[in-house]
């Protein structure tokens, strides 16, 4: 089955920098990789997604980018804010099945 | 994207009783997922709830443990049974809409 690692598992960052979190997968079959923020006592928030077809996808401070080949993606966000701080996961979907990596706790300081 | 509706948000149980959480989507929706997120983990899929037929497990979960229905295509329950502290977890519906897949905002289980 499919395999997703997602790095790192904690990362902190200064209000106004850069934030990448990385995942990999293993399965090529996977062909939708969507990206969830989860604050505190809810449920995660779909805030961006790629599909297989696509190199790189932006929405305003948030990117994220894929290597099919590699069978990587990333997400990138800039100009963080202390907003931003959140538990990240990452996922790799084959046909309605969702694999989720591990998750990156994000904290941004003011 | 579709809005989701998913109660109790929160609980605390007895152990070797029972809970149902509740799922009402704003839209009409194929496929209805259920995810559990033990505490500081990722998100594990139970099983995937179609209207009309039976709900398929994952390993690890079995139909006695956590019985799913799925009655119409706007709603689902799961229910937890005999429940022990290890169930203590957030429990998740999620559903695929044509924006993606949209995460209720889960129910947060605690067994004592």
């Known amino acids: 089955g499919e395999n997703v690692e997602q790095h790192p598992s904690t990362l902190s960052v200064q209000e106004g920098d850069s934030a990448v979190i990385k995942c990999t997968y293993s399965d090529s079959a996977s062909n939708y990789f969507p990206w969830y923020k989860q604050e505190l006592g809810k449920g995660p928030q779909l805030i961006i997604d790629?599909?297989?077809?696509?190199g790189e996808k932006k929405d305003q401070r948030i990117a994220v980018t894929l290597n099919k080949t590699a069978k990587h993606f990333s997400l990138h966000i800039t100009e963080t804010q202390p907003e931003d701080s959140a538990v990240y996961f990452c996922?790799?979907?084959?046909?309605?099945?969702?694999?989720f990596g591990s998750g990156t706790k994000l904290n941004v300081k003011p | 994207s579709a809005v989701i509706s998913q109660k109790p948000s929160r609980d605390i149980c007895q152990r070797g009783t029972s809970l149902t959480i509740q799922c009402q989507v704003d839209s009409q929706v194929t496929m209805m997922f259920w995810y559990r997120q033990q505490p500081g983990q990722s998100l594990t899929l139970i099983a995937t709830a179609n209207q009309g037929s039976e709900a398929t497990y994952e390993s690890g979960f079995v139909i006695d443990k956590f019985p799913i229905s799925r009655p119409n295509l706007t709603f689902s329950t799961l229910t937890v049974s005999n429940m022990s502290p290890e169930d203590s977890s957030i429990y998740l519906c999620?559903?695929?809409?044509?924006?993606?897949?949209?995460f209720g905002s889960g129910t947060r289980l605690t067994v004592v």
């Open positions: 790629i599909r297989s077809n696509v």
């Open positions: 996922a790799a979907v084959d046909f309605n099945k969702f694999y």
């Open positions: 999620s559903v695929d809409d044509y924006d993606g897949y949209t």
